[in-house]
Protein backbone atom coordinates (compact mmCIF):
# COMPACT_ATOMS: atom_id res chain seq x y z
CA UNK A 1 0.00 0.00 0.00
CA UNK A 2 1.25 3.26 -1.53
CA UNK A 3 1.34 6.15 1.94
CA UNK A 4 0.95 9.82 0.87
CA UNK A 5 0.97 12.60 3.79
CA UNK A 6 0.72 16.44 3.56
CA UNK A 7 0.54 19.11 5.91
CA UNK A 8 -1.70 22.41 6.08
CA UNK A 9 -4.33 24.53 8.06
CA UNK A 10 -7.26 23.90 5.31
CA UNK A 11 -8.98 26.65 6.84
CA UNK A 12 -12.27 28.19 5.07
CA UNK A 13 -12.13 24.38 3.16
CA UNK A 14 -12.09 25.55 -0.61
CA UNK A 15 -11.40 23.79 -4.16
CA UNK A 16 -7.92 24.90 -3.83
CA UNK A 17 -7.27 22.46 -1.16
CA UNK A 18 -9.62 19.77 -2.23
CA UNK A 19 -8.07 19.47 -5.41
CA UNK A 20 -4.85 19.40 -3.09
CA UNK A 21 -6.17 16.69 -1.61
CA UNK A 22 -8.00 14.72 -4.68
CA UNK A 23 -3.99 14.53 -6.48
CA UNK A 24 -2.68 13.43 -3.72
CA UNK A 25 -4.31 10.57 -3.27
CA UNK A 26 -3.94 9.92 -6.79
CA UNK A 27 -0.78 9.07 -5.87
CA UNK A 28 -1.14 6.37 -3.68
CA UNK A 29 -3.74 4.00 -1.81
CA UNK A 30 -3.73 5.90 1.61
CA UNK A 31 -3.47 9.55 2.29
CA UNK A 32 -2.64 11.11 5.65
CA UNK A 33 -3.82 14.41 6.30
CA UNK A 34 -1.61 16.33 9.13
CA UNK A 35 -3.21 19.51 10.39
CA UNK A 36 -2.41 22.33 11.84
CA UNK A 37 -3.52 22.97 15.58
CA UNK A 38 -4.81 26.12 16.87
CA UNK A 39 -1.76 26.16 18.81
CA UNK A 40 0.93 25.58 16.04
CA UNK A 41 -1.23 28.05 13.50
CA UNK A 42 -0.32 31.10 15.90
CA UNK A 43 3.69 29.65 15.39
CA UNK A 44 3.26 30.11 11.33
CA UNK A 45 1.34 33.45 12.29
CA UNK A 46 -2.37 32.32 10.96
CA UNK A 47 -5.58 32.60 12.73
CA UNK A 48 -8.14 30.01 11.63
CA UNK A 49 -11.33 30.80 11.72
CA UNK A 50 -12.52 27.13 12.09
CA UNK A 51 -10.73 25.45 15.21
CA UNK A 52 -9.06 22.28 14.84
CA UNK A 53 -11.66 19.96 15.73
CA UNK A 54 -14.47 22.05 12.63
CA UNK A 55 -11.71 21.72 10.28
CA UNK A 56 -10.51 18.10 11.24
CA UNK A 57 -14.41 17.10 10.94
CA UNK A 58 -14.92 18.67 7.59
CA UNK A 59 -11.24 17.02 6.02
CA UNK A 60 -12.59 13.88 7.57
CA UNK A 61 -15.53 14.72 5.38
CA UNK A 62 -13.73 14.29 2.36
CA UNK A 63 -12.98 11.06 0.71
CA UNK A 64 -9.82 11.45 -0.81
CA UNK A 65 -8.69 11.95 2.91
CA UNK A 66 -8.05 8.50 5.25
CA UNK A 67 -6.55 9.90 8.31
CA UNK A 68 -6.03 13.30 10.00
CA UNK A 69 -3.70 13.66 12.88
CA UNK A 70 -2.10 16.89 14.38
CA UNK A 71 0.20 19.07 13.57
CA UNK A 72 1.86 21.03 16.10
CA UNK A 73 5.51 21.70 15.57
CA UNK A 74 7.50 22.29 12.29
CA UNK A 75 10.14 19.62 12.98
CA UNK A 76 7.78 16.34 13.14
CA UNK A 77 7.85 15.79 9.48
CA UNK A 78 10.68 13.03 9.90
CA UNK A 79 8.87 11.85 12.50
CA UNK A 80 5.56 11.26 10.75
CA UNK A 81 6.82 9.63 7.80
CA UNK A 82 8.99 6.79 9.84
CA UNK A 83 6.66 6.51 11.99
CA UNK A 84 3.24 6.33 9.14
CA UNK A 85 5.50 4.80 6.67
CA UNK A 86 4.83 6.95 3.87
CA UNK A 87 6.18 6.86 0.69
CA UNK A 88 5.19 10.25 -0.54
CA UNK A 89 5.64 13.82 0.83
CA UNK A 90 3.28 16.20 -0.80
CA UNK A 91 2.81 19.59 -0.77
CA UNK A 92 1.49 22.73 -2.88
CA UNK A 93 4.35 24.40 -4.92
CA UNK A 94 4.10 27.43 -3.10
CA UNK A 95 6.39 25.29 -0.51
CA UNK A 96 8.13 24.08 -3.68
CA UNK A 97 11.96 23.61 -2.21
CA UNK A 98 10.79 23.93 0.92
CA UNK A 99 11.20 20.47 1.94
CA UNK A 100 13.19 18.87 -0.41
CA UNK A 101 15.28 17.40 2.91
CA UNK A 102 12.57 14.72 3.32
CA UNK A 103 13.85 13.29 0.17
CA UNK A 104 16.28 11.00 2.35
CA UNK A 105 13.49 9.60 3.93
CA UNK A 106 10.29 9.55 1.01
CA UNK A 107 9.74 11.05 -2.63
CA UNK A 108 8.78 14.77 -2.21
CA UNK A 109 6.16 16.24 -4.60
CA UNK A 110 5.38 19.55 -4.75
CA UNK A 111 1.75 19.96 -6.70
CA UNK A 112 0.89 23.15 -8.75
CA UNK A 113 -0.71 25.65 -6.33
CA UNK A 114 -5.10 26.17 -7.42
CA UNK A 115 -5.08 29.66 -8.71
CA UNK A 116 -7.62 32.35 -7.77
CA UNK A 117 -8.40 30.75 -4.79
CA UNK A 118 -7.00 30.94 -1.18
CA UNK A 119 -8.15 31.35 2.42
CA UNK A 120 -6.99 34.86 2.89
CA UNK A 121 -8.47 35.98 -0.88
CA UNK A 122 -11.95 34.91 1.31
CA UNK A 123 -11.71 36.47 3.90
CA UNK A 124 -10.88 39.77 2.13
CA UNK A 125 -13.63 39.47 -0.37
CA UNK A 126 -16.02 39.05 3.08
CA UNK A 127 -14.41 41.99 4.82
CA UNK A 128 -14.97 44.29 1.45
CA UNK A 129 -11.42 44.32 0.46
CA UNK A 130 -10.76 42.25 -1.97
CA UNK A 131 -7.08 42.02 -3.46
CA UNK A 132 -6.35 39.29 -5.96
N1 LIG B 1 -3.24 25.00 -1.67
C1 LIG B 1 -3.38 24.88 -3.06
N2 LIG B 1 -4.06 25.83 -3.74
C2 LIG B 1 -4.61 26.89 -3.10
C3 LIG B 1 -4.49 27.00 -1.70
C4 LIG B 1 -3.80 26.04 -1.00
O1 LIG B 1 -2.87 23.91 -3.66
N3 LIG B 1 -5.27 27.84 -3.83
C5 LIG B 1 -2.48 23.98 -0.95
C6 LIG B 1 -1.25 24.52 -0.26
O2 LIG B 1 -0.17 24.63 -1.18
C7 LIG B 1 -1.00 23.46 0.81
C8 LIG B 1 -2.43 22.99 1.16
O3 LIG B 1 -3.28 23.43 0.08
O4 LIG B 1 -0.27 22.38 0.27
C9 LIG B 1 -2.94 23.56 2.46
O5 LIG B 1 -2.85 24.96 2.40
P1 LIG B 1 -2.75 25.78 3.78
O6 LIG B 1 -3.85 25.36 4.67
O7 LIG B 1 -2.55 27.23 3.46
O8 LIG B 1 -1.39 25.18 4.37
P2 LIG B 1 -0.13 25.97 4.94
O9 LIG B 1 -0.55 27.03 5.88
O10 LIG B 1 0.70 26.30 3.77
O11 LIG B 1 0.53 24.83 5.87
O12 LIG B 1 4.06 22.33 7.75
C10 LIG B 1 3.44 22.80 6.57
C11 LIG B 1 2.35 23.79 6.87
O13 LIG B 1 1.45 23.28 7.84
C12 LIG B 1 1.64 24.13 5.56
Known sequence: MKKVITYG???LLHW???RLLERAKQLGDHLTVVLSTDEFNLLKDKKAFHNYEQRKYLLEA???VDQVIPETTWDQKVTDIQSH???IFVMGDDWKGQFDFLSDHCEVCYLERT????TTYIKQQLAGSAQT
Open 9 to 11: TFD
Open 16 to 18: GHI
Open 62 to 64: IKH
Open 85 to 87: HID
Open 115 to 118: KDIS
